[in-house]
């Protein structure tokens, strides 16, 4: 009897990627940042990452011969996924492309006047793909609260657990009927 590996378990941080084949498996937690996970359904290859920003405030003089490029900033995440694509003789528009997170971690007052860097994450991401040759092929953003992030590169499966936070306008409510701060638990296989 043929016995399989277990796959190579992957925790990305705030700021990393990972490439990887089809015995690996990449973890992440997200609230505000985003993740942009890639995979080749034919060669069963992919990678992740986990950005916090769009891009560099005050860009710095980057040579990409040094590597330089972080993980911190969608756009540079993005040049990350396109050399590790490019490394294996493969093109964009061959990976199907998911996004995750973007969710508002912070009570908003009503009147909406506060700056989300979620959503300023989700559609610089969106754009920064576009313009890459990537197209998107499922997303689970936006909204409140974290999510918790497994891609599994044998298949392509992601599993989604998000905890959103309820929003201020019904504090006194889930006082009263006990429920927790956090509000509800979701899981989603993507």
Same mark, same amino acid.
């Given at each position: 009897?043929?016995?399989?590996?277990?796959?190579?378990?992957?925790?990305?941080?705030?700021?990393? +990627?990972?490439?990887?084949?089809?015995?690996?498996?990449?973890?992440?937690?997200?609230?505000?940042?985003?993740?942009?996970?890639?995979?080749?359904?034919?060669?069963?290859?992919?990678?992740?990452?986990?950005?916090?920003?769009?891009?560099?405030?005050?860009?710095?003089?980057?040579?990409?011969?040094?590597?330089?490029?972080?993980?911190?900033?969608?756009?540079?995440?993005?040049?990350?996924?396109?050399?590790?694509?490019?490394?294996?003789?493969?093109?964009?528009?061959?990976?199907?492309?998911?996004?995750?997170?973007?969710?508002?971690?912070?009570?908003?007052?009503?009147?909406?006047?506060? +700056?989300?860097?979620?959503?300023?994450?989700?559609?610089?991401?969106?754009?920064?793909?576009?313009?890459?040759? +990537?197209?998107?092929?499922?997303?689970?953003?936006?909204?409140?609260?974290?999510?918790?992030?497994?891609?599994?590169?044998?298949?392509?499966?992601?599993?989604?657990?998000?905890?959103?936070?309820?929003?201020?306008?019904?504090?006194?409510?889930?006082?009263?009927?006990?429920?927790?701060?956090?509000?509800?638990?979701?899981?989603?296989?993507?």
């Amino acid at each position: 009897m043929l016995q399989t590996a277990e796959p190579v378990e992957i925790y990305l941080l705030l700021g990393d +990627f990972y490439f990887g084949d089809k015995n690996t498996r990449i973890r992440t937690v997200l609230g505000s940042c985003v993740s942009i996970a890639v995979w080749h359904p034919l060669l069963h290859i992919g990678g992740m990452s986990h950005s916090m920003l769009p891009r560099r405030v005050k860009p710095g003089k980057l040579d990409p011969a040094l590597n330089q490029l972080d993980g911190h900033y969608a756009d540079e995440a993005i040049g990350l996924l396109l050399r590790e694509i490019g490394k294996r003789n493969t093109r964009p528009e061959e990976y199907q492309v998911k996004i995750f997170g973007g969710g508002n971690m912070l009570r908003q007052p009503p009147d909406g006047r506060a +700056f989300n860097v979620a959503g300023s994450n989700i559609e610089a991401t969106r754009l920064l793909l576009a313009s890459a040759g +990537f197209r998107i092929h499922s997303e689970h953003v936006g909204g409140s609260g974290h999510r918790n992030i497994i891609f599994d590169l044998h298949d392509g499966s992601v599993l989604v657990k998000h905890e959103k936070i309820m929003d201020c306008l019904n504090v006194s409510q889930r006082t009263q009927t006990g429920q927790n701060q956090t509000g509800q638990k979701n899981n989603i296989n993507l």
